[in-house]
Nanobody, 125 residues
Framework: QVQLVESGGGLVQTGGSLRLSCEAS????????MGWFRQAPGKEREFLAA????????RYVDSVKDRFTISRDRTKNTVYLQMNSLKPEDTAVYYC??????????????????WGQGTQVTVSA
């Protein structure tokens, strides 16, 4: 099993920045990729970014690729999402997730069997 504990999030003004963290524990060796998703009220859960624990380039959804950066610290079993130039439309619950398939195909929620509890990000206008 894999356990994910998220931290970060909060309230920021438009143009501000936040860094989300997700600490993984348990059978992390069985996972291939870590991803970030978000879900705004009335919307479907949206894929944002994913990165492999090993070798491989991260991938991003087009809507955030110029502002968000995903990274991971393998020694800490932690993945981060640095969010810059935040906009009100970024307001959502942000989720960390772990996948057992390669990052190249880990773009759907169904590819991630392990999830964190979510953390609220609110961007005020």
């Amino acid at each position: 099993q894999v356990q994910l504990v998220e931290s970060g999030g909060g309230l920021v003004q438009t143009g501000g920045s936040l860094r989300l963290s997700c600490e993984a524990s348990g059978r992390t060796f069985s996972t291939s990729a870590m991803g970030w998703f978000r879900q705004a009220p009335g919307k479907e859960r949206e894929f944002l970014a994913a990165v492999s624990w090993g070798i491989g380039s991260p991938r991003y959804v087009d809507s955030v690729k110029d502002r968000f950066t995903i990274s991971r610290d393998r020694t800490k079993n932690t993945v981060y999402l640095q969010m810059n130039s935040l906009k009100p439309e970024d307001t959502a619950v942000y989720y960390c997730a772990a996948s057992v398939v390669p990052v190249s195909v880990a773009i759907a929620s169904a590819a991630y069997p392990y999830w964190g509890q979510g953390t609220q990000v609110t961007v005020s206008a």
